[in-house]
């Protein structure tokens, strides 16, 4: 499994865009990049996934470069509510996904 | 969201006592799984269970073992709990591990406290 390194935290302000980049230098052909959101006293909830360039959801947006050793997640527009821990997970066609300490985001007013 | 439910949801017990955590879900997903959570060290995954009767061992399965009979059920059991299981205890399922349909959904979590 690619073994994927985060940022440990970050703060933000409310109404601000937020990019929370993830490296993946020994990401495998046939891996997926995923990214999982967890807020306090809860399990972690599926944002968005991608293999290539550039995906949105009514969430998020998930750009991947072309060498594929790096993902950003992208917020846009932050508001209090997404103050969270955000995981980057790496893999294909396994379930030992590895979810690591995440970073955490921290939106101000 | 996914009906998943945990059982119980706080416990708190003795070294030395045996626990078993249950995770129930509705929607008959092939694929559950159990994690557990500290600070520091983020979601480890304990065990998995890819069908009935049918589990595998995760990164951190020791003092740790699972059982699973129905599809909806799987069971989590400390035979002797220690201080060092203190932690929170997540129940995942998901319907695929294919690689482009694999998102897992979480249960609440339960939190376990050994004295």
């Known amino acids: 499994l690619a073994k994927t390194t985060q940022p440990i935290s970050m703060d933000s302000y409310e109404g601000q865009e937020v990019n929370i980049t993830c490296s993946h230098n020994?990401?495998?052909?046939?891996?997926?990049i995923t990214w999982y959101q967890q807020f306090p006293s809860q399990g972690p909830r599926f944002i968005i996934q991608?293999?290539?360039t550039k995906v949105t959801n009514e969430v998020a947006s998930l750009f991947i470069p072309a060498d594929r050793k790096s993902s950003t997640l992208s917020l846009p527009r932050v508001s209090l509510s997404d103050t969270a821990v955000y995981y980057c997970?790496?893999?294909?066609?396994?379930?030992?996904?590895?979810f690591g300490t995440g970073t955490r985001l921290k939106v101000l007013a | 969201d996914a009906g998943i439910t945990q059982s119980p949801r706080h416990k708190v017990t003795e070294t030395g006592t045996p626990v078993t955590l249950r995770c129930h879900q509705t929607?008959?997903?092939?694929?559950m799984y159990w994690y557990r959570q500290d600070p520091g060290h983020g979601l480890r995954l304990i065990h998995y269970?890819?069908?009935?009767?049918?589990?595998d061992k995760g990164e951190v399965s020791d003092g740790y073992s699972v059982s699973r009979s129905k599809t909806e059920d799987f069971l989590l059991t400390l035979e002797s709990a220690t201080s060092s299981q203190t932690s929170v205890y997540f129940c995942?399922?998901?319907?695929?591990?294919?690689?482009?349909?694999?998102?897992?959904?979480f249960g609440p979590g339960t939190r376990l406290t050994v004295l």
């Open positions: 995942a399922i998901s319907e695929s591990i294919a690689r482009e349909n694999n998102e897992q959904f």
């Open positions: 020994n990401i495998a052909t046939n891996d997926y």
């Open positions: 991608g293999y290539k």
């Open positions: 997970l790496v893999g294909s066609g396994t379930y030992k996904y590895i």
């Open positions: 929607e008959n997903h092939r694929y």
């Open positions: 269970s890819y069908g009935v009767k049918d589990t």
